[in-house]
T-cell receptor
């Protein structure tokens, strides 16, 4: 079974600081995609960043970057220079190639404090 | 605005009733996905349609059904509703079934009383 685990139900960070959210996954697949989605209070699911498993280089999108460790099946999200607008639930997600069942973790509620 | 439109935003109905949730995908997207987000089960994949055809099924109950119309909008039908069906139902779309960069709508909050 393919599962996604986010071990931190809640986290907080001071504005302008850096925070790292953890995610591990379990799969026997070799080719897959990993994602981080953000769900602010507006409840909209917003794609933050994506990583293809065959790419060794870690994805980066402005203040958001990932640390992808394929052997360890780990996919953490680093948010630099945290902003109040980053306050949201963050979901890690996994989907194998040629599959349409995207699996989500339980989420991490991040609060950015002024 | 993500480009994926879901209506209604909120729905309150009684047990045993039937409701229809509607989704218009982002312009140019052929694939539509339905997800259920509940407190106890988290986000779960229900069903996918691609260009009018059902492509994949996840944890969708037999009381639930969906379809995608020629204009590519999709409807999720929930019948014989139970209290446990109360959840946020998301629709997402992508260009095709190999594009995993899903764009989500803002969801329909269903409350069964």
């Amino acid at each position: 079974a393919q599962t996604v685990t986010q071990s931190q139900p809640e986290m907080s960070v001071q504005e302008a600081e850096t925070v790292t959210l953890s995610c591990t996954y379990d799969t026997s697949e070799n080719n897959y995609y990993l994602f981080w989605y953000k769900q602010p209070p507006s409840r909209q699911m917003i794609l933050v960043i994506r990583q293809e498993a065959y790419k060794q280089q870690n994805a980066t999108e402005n203040r958001f970057s990932v640390n992808f460790q394929k052997a360890a099946k780990s996919f953490s999200l680093k948010i630099s220079d945290s902003q109040l607008g980053d306050t949201a639930m963050y979901f890690c997600a996994f989907i194998p190639y040629n599959n349409n069942d995207m699996r989500f973790g339980a989420g991490t509620r991040l609060t950015v404090k002024p | 605005d993500s480009g994926v439109t879901q209506t209604p935003k909120h729905l309150i109905t009684a047990t045993g009733q039937r409701v229809t949730l509607r989704c218009s995908p982002r312009s140019g997207d052929l694939s539509v996905y339905w997800y259920q987000q509940s407190l106890d089960q988290g986000l779960q994949f229900l069903i996918q349609y691609y260009n009018g055809e059902e492509r994949a099924k996840g944890n969708i109950l037999e009381r639930f059904s969906a379809q995608q119309f020629p204009d590519l909008h999709s409807e999720l039908n929930l019948s014989s509703l139970e209290l446990g069906d109360s959840a946020l139902y998301f629709c997402a779309s992508s260009v095709d079934h190999t594009d995993y960069g899903y764009t989500f709508g803002s969801g329909t909050r269903l409350t069964v009383v």
